[in-house]
């Protein structure tokens, strides 16, 4: 089947930004000026396409990244535009991680009066990982405190990126009537009464013409050094000469190379200033044929890619599940090369296996319209495939390979779950499994010591809406006990160990003997295994290496999993009477005797936290900071208000939103996110212990 839109006229962005800078309703107006829509909807009456979720409605936040396809006229040549609308709050930053995985390019909002936040930086690291091509949108330029060149300036102070300023506000605060577009220098006036649909060019008023002269020199300025041929131009006569058409080719070359990021500006929720953002879209960030081809490896573990052509081998990535009570698990995929039929089979690389593909859909949010094939470049969801997780790759049979995977941050945050009933139970595993295949951030095991399951998510926000939809969607009662911190255990000295199994198992006789070394490692390097023998059979050290891992789960000062930690096998004589289960066993005792030797100590998660709090409350807040082992890194005065950069322990942030309400007569804000894990060191260690040991 030919495609409707050749490749070359695809964009596949997201849309992230930090929590209430107007992402989804900056999606809700792309939508109806593209023809998606006919009607928007609104974030706070709970109406808007994306956020279709009971959840997401009743709160007013974006939890689940939404996908949904439109079309936008750009030149008299039409464009398919696949857009996925992201969450801004740091609980749910893994559905940012995994769509950005899989999108060309993106568009970066932020608030007009805040510039550069919190997630934003997070959002934003998480793009440079996975060099996806960027579009800023400062938003909210018609309220109050809305100041354009602060948000430009923080953009590339606290990112270290290179912005480029592509228009101008027209007014802000209440004032604000449009754009000035510095590449025609025109006036973009936009009509409240029509939505914005229409809007007006016009003459650049006089009193922001020198401003616009300004932006416009360093627009030229800016671009000539993207592009030899530009820069011999500007040179002549200082860009005079230079077209329209020129300088939009080499700012996407620019824009796709990740040297520039362009920068537009408007406010969503007034209709202003959206068509050109979806004009910048189509200019400036990739189709999938701008970007390079996605590489993998064979079965054989040689590097291989795959050409964004249908006429390639099939490949595609899965990066989402979703449940679905009326449609069945929706498996999200980005082709990347090839075509899927409906009803064709696909090889499952995780699974080492084929399966035969149902139903194509495409997702228009939580809709879905039926296809009969999915090409390269597509982004689609298969209707009742199983046996996939998140980050599995889909190949042709024939040409199997293993395209790069994600990663995910471990969970931060405990809470204990009791059904009511033993129909609850039964109800509750079926639940929690197909929550974990969803979010693969979120864990779930059971404590053998009070029988209770244990949930582990990325916040308390997290674990809350788990919670709900376990009682709304899945229709299971539990009784929920209090987040607890997820604590990790390490070692802060060097220890060397020995253990000897001589004991027959199952009748047998069986002999191991294992010397283990253990030293500190890096922080946040994690775990490595050495071995320093390297004559052991390929058993028994695949065997020692098991053991290790297993005793790496549970630690010795209270149970938690133990990180960054060097193993090293220094020692493993091997002789007739060896066996490899017994050097397993020695292996799991030998660390864990090395590990009570080498100073065991607990580490806590430390948050980092921002709070903008007025001026005379300054004092109360610090001080409860303090009060909280927070650690101040800095202070930044910004009109009223004092912005506190912290770093504080995940265990003394319960109830802080209520503690800080009350101190600051509710004028106070704050948000946080997880930094690192570090040691807890003087009383709070022994305290922290005698709680976790019930006494």
């Known amino acids: ?248 080719r080499a700012i996407r070359a620019g824009c796709c190379a990740l040297k520039v990021f362009p920068v537009f500006c408007g406010s969503a929720y007034r209709h202003k200033g959206v068509q050109p953002l979806l004009d910048a879209v189509i200019d400036y960030l990739p189709s999938p044929l701008d970007v390079p081809p996605v590489k993998g490896k064979d079965l054989k573990g040689n590097d291989v890619e795959r050409p964004t052509r249908d006429d390639a081998p099939f490949s595609a990535l899965a990066f989402k599940i979703m449940n679905d009570q009326f449609v069945d698990t929706l498996t999200f995929i980005r082709v990347y090369s090839g075509r899927l039929e409906a009803g064709s089979t696909v090889y499952n690389v995780f699974k080492g296996r084929r399966q035969r593909v149902g139903r194509l859909v495409q997702m228009r949010a939580q809709k879905t319209d039926e ?25 042709d049979a024939d040409a199997p390979v293993v395209l790069e995977s994600m990663e995910f941050p471990e969970p931060v945050i405990d809470l204990a779950l009791e059904p009511k009933s033993q129909a609850d139970l039964e109800k509750l595993q079926g639940a929690l499994q197909k929550l974990a295949v969803e979010d693969p951030s979120f864990r779930v095991k059971l404590d053998p010591e009070t029988g209770q399951t244990i949930i582990s998510g990325m916040g308390e926000l997290a674990l809350d809406i788990k919670v709900d939809r376990l009682l709304r969607e899945f229709k299971v009662e539990a009784r929920v006990g209090k987040p607890q911190v997820s604590y990790r255990e390490t070692v802060t000295r060097e220890a ?58 549970s630690g010795v000062i209270a149970g938690y999993p133990i990180v960054d930690v060097k193993i090293e096998l220094v020692a493993a004589p091997w002789s007739d009477q060896s066996t490899a289960i017994a050097y397993k066993i020695a292996a799991t005792m030998a660390f864990k005797e090395a590990v009570k030797n080498a100073a065991p100590a607990l580490l806590e998660p430390v948050m980092k936290t921002e709070v903008v709090t007025p001026e005379e409350f300054m004092g109360d807040v610090i001080g409860d900071l303090n009060a909280r082992r927070g650690k101040i890194n800095a202070m930044t005065p910004k009109e009223k208000v004092q912005i506190i950069d912290c770093e504080v322990p995940l265990s003394a942030m319960f109830g802080y939103a209520t503690d800080l309400r009350s101190k600051t007569q509710g004028r106070a804000a704050y948000t946080m996110q997880f930094g690192h894990y570090a040691q807890i060191t003087g009383p709070a260690a022994e305290e922290t212990l005698k709680r976790l040991r019930g006494y």
């Open 371 to 395: 296809l009969t094939e999915c090409l390269a470049g597509d982004i689609c969801a298969l209707v009742g495939f199983k046996d996939v997780v998140t980050g599995t790759t889909l190949s």
């Open 1 to 248: 089947m030919a495609r409707d839109v050749p490749l070359e006229r695809y964009r596949n962005i997201g849309i992230m930004a930090h929590i209430d800078a107007g992402k989804t309703t900056t999606t809700e107006r792309v939508l109806f000026y593209t023809g998606a829509i006919h009607k928007m909807g609104e974030v706070h009456s709970g109406t808007t396409t994306t956020d279709w979720m009971v959840q997401e409605r009743e709160r007013g936040i974006t939890i689940t990244s939404a996908a949904i396809s439109a079309f936008w006229s750009r030149n008299d040549l039409r464009y398919r535009v696949n857009i996925i609308d992201t969450p801004g709050h740091v609980d749910f930053t893994i559905e940012v991680e995994r769509c950005l995985r899989v999108l060309d390019g993106a568009i970066a909002v932020f608030d007009g009066g805040n510039g550069v936040e919190p997630q934003s930086e997070t959002v934003w690291r998480q793009a440079d990982k996975y060099r996806v091509p960027r579009i800023c949108f400062i938003n909210k330029m018609d309220r109050v405190g809305a100041d354009f060149d602060m948000s430009v300036n923080s953009i590339r102070e606290k990112l270290g990126a290179h912005p480029l300023v592509m228009q101008l506000p027209l007014g802000a605060e209440e004032k604000h009537q449009g754009v000035i577009d510095l590449l025609r220098m025109k006036a973009l006036v936009f009509k409240d009464a029509e939505q914005g649909s229409k809007y007006e060019v016009v003459e650049i008023p006089p009193e922001h013409r020198e401003k616009a002269d300004e932006a416009r020199a360093r627009l030229l300025e800016q671009a000539a050094e993207l592009d030899d041929a530009l820069m011999n131009k500007y040179l002549e006569n200082e860009g005079r000469d230079i077209t329209e058409a020129e300088l939009r």
């Open 496 to 553: 060397t160990q020995s253990h000897t199994h001589d004991q027959p198992i199952a009748g047998k006789a069986a002999f191991g003997q294992v010397t283990l070394k253990v030293t500190p490692n890096a922080q946040g390097k994690g775990n490595e295994f050495i071995d320093r023998v390297k004559t052991l059979p390929k058993e028994a050290l695949e065997l020692i290496d098991k053991g290790v891992h297993e005793a790496l789960t």
